[in-house]
């Protein structure tokens, strides 16, 4: 018997209805009618929108959103909603804060807001002569930037700044302009890159060369969050803990495999409330990471020092491309809802909580691993899922996820087993 080929070449697959392109995707994948009613249930999110925010929609996906308490940025208290599939991440972030509370929270601040743009230049004979060529035309480059948006110039926004960079690559010397764009309230992204296409043909009559890439840097290193906060040595439980973290910190410092992860923590917590206020998680990680190497070798995104009295001196700096308009932010009720709880009215305030989160989920991770270690709060949230897993049900998961933890083994089989005892 011959089975005909399943072929993932579709005509027109763009053109069907979610539930058509379901219904393909069904036959193609032979899924049961439990899969696809549970897919073809698209939640909180409107089908319609889901249809139009990406390509070849079937289905949405939810994730939870936790709420952070305990958190007072600037002086004033915040619910910080945190969107991960993570366990332990959002309690992370409570118990970080809790320990910070009296001592002010957290205090934070921005660099300029802006976003880079960059023009790439290549085959120019003269690349330092063209560099003087291109800046001497400032305003010039300002009034063909500016005019790509008069809405946002009109917020207080627009073009701010041009520079020149001579970038020695392997196929030869390329110049690279770079818009500095002040993109307000949004992200920026379509902002700076109409304004990068816009100058592009006259970069490239200037200086001879020829035009490839204009696209915005998600090294957004002149859009900075900072937020700093201490933790008296008594709130955290003593010098030993203080000096652990210290240590953890060194670690980190020192040593790109440790920084990794690291800041993968604090990410954990970045890319949580990034998430859940709609903005785009790769753009603040890819930002993140590139500021993390900025001075040749990948490092830690916190400091941990100890102040004059002793206590223990948290803080971050990390480039925050995120914004209150566009794109989902705008479009997703929950995202909107999220934004509506955590009560930011500018990108600015976003994106200095945001920077308070990762330095409190910092702080956990480096106590928990400087003192009892991370599996044993890890395991206790882990075993609800595994009792979860196993079959478990209201009341069953604590109980289940009570003995597996007691027992030391969070296992689904053991999980299976002690379910099937608390059933008789
Ligand atoms: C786990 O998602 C995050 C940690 O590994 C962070 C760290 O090691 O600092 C616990």
Redesign the pocket.
């Known amino acids: 018997m011959t089975t005909e080929a399943k072929t993932s070449r579709v005509s027109g697959f763009h053109k069907k209805t979610p539930r058509e392109r379901l219904d393909f995707v069904a036959d193609f994948a032979g899924l049961d009618g439990d899969t696809v009613a549970h897919l073809a249930d698209m939640g909180n999110l409107d089908p319609h929108l889901a249809d139009h925010l990406i390509e070849n929609v079937i289905a949405t996906m939810s994730i939870p959103v936790g709420i952070a308490t305990n958190m007072r940025v600037d002086g004033a208290d915040v619910l910080i909603p945190m969107a991960t599939e993570?366990s332990s991440?959002v309690a992370a972030v409570c118990n970080a804060a809790r320990q910070c509370y009296d001592s002010g929270g957290f205090t934070t601040s921005m660099s300029d807001a802006a976003m880079i743009a960059q023009v790439q230049l290549v085959g120019v004979s003269d690349p330092h002569h063209a560099r003087l060529r291109i800046l001497e035309r400032r305003d010039e480059i300002k009034a063909i930037c500016d005019a790509c948006d008069p809405v946002l110039v009109r917020l207080g926004g627009g073009f701010r700044d041009v520079e020149v960079r001579i970038v020695d690559a392997p196929g030869g010397a390329m110049v690279v302009t770079h818009l500095i764009v002040d993109t307000r309230d949004a992200m920026g992204a379509n902002a700076v890159n109409s304004m990068a296409e816009a100058l592009a043909p006259h970069a490239a009559a200037w200086t001879g060369g020829r035009v490839y890439l204009r696209i915005l840097s998600n090294y957004a290193d002149r859009r900075l969050a900072r937020a700093r906060a201490t933790w008296t040595c008594d709130a955290i439980g003593g010098p030993e803990v203080r000096d652990g973290i210290v240590s953890a910190y060194h670690f980190a410092a020192a040593d790109p495999y440790r920084a990794a992860?690291?800041n993968?923590?604090i990410m954990?917590g970045i890319s949580a409330v990034v998430l859940a206020t709609g903005n785009d998680t790769r753009a603040v990680e890819a930002g993140a990471h590139a500021y993390a190497a900025r001075d040749g070798r990948y490092s830690s995104l916190t400091r941990w020092e100890v102040t004059a009295d002793g206590d223990l001196a948290g803080s971050i700096e990390v480039p925050m491309a995120v914004g209150l308009i566009g794109g989902a932010t705008k479009l997703h009720p929950t995202a909107r809802a999220n934004l509506k709880i955590l009560g930011a009215t500018t990108a600015d305030r976003l994106a200095r909580i945001i920077a308070a989160v990762g330095l409190a989920q910092?702080f956990s991770?480096?106590k928990?691993?400087a003192t009892t270690g991370?599996q044993k709060g890890h395991m206790a949230l882990h075993a609800r899922n595994i009792a979860m897993m196993a079959g478990a049900a209201g009341a069953e998961v604590d109980a289940v996820a009570r003995i597996l933890v007691e027992r030391g083994t969070v296992r689904v089989d053991v999980a299976e087993a002690e379910l099937k005892r608390l059933r008789g």
Request: hydrophobic residues 45%; without cysteine.
């Open positions: 993570e991440v992860t690291h993968k923590g954990n910092n991770a480096l928990a691993l991370i």
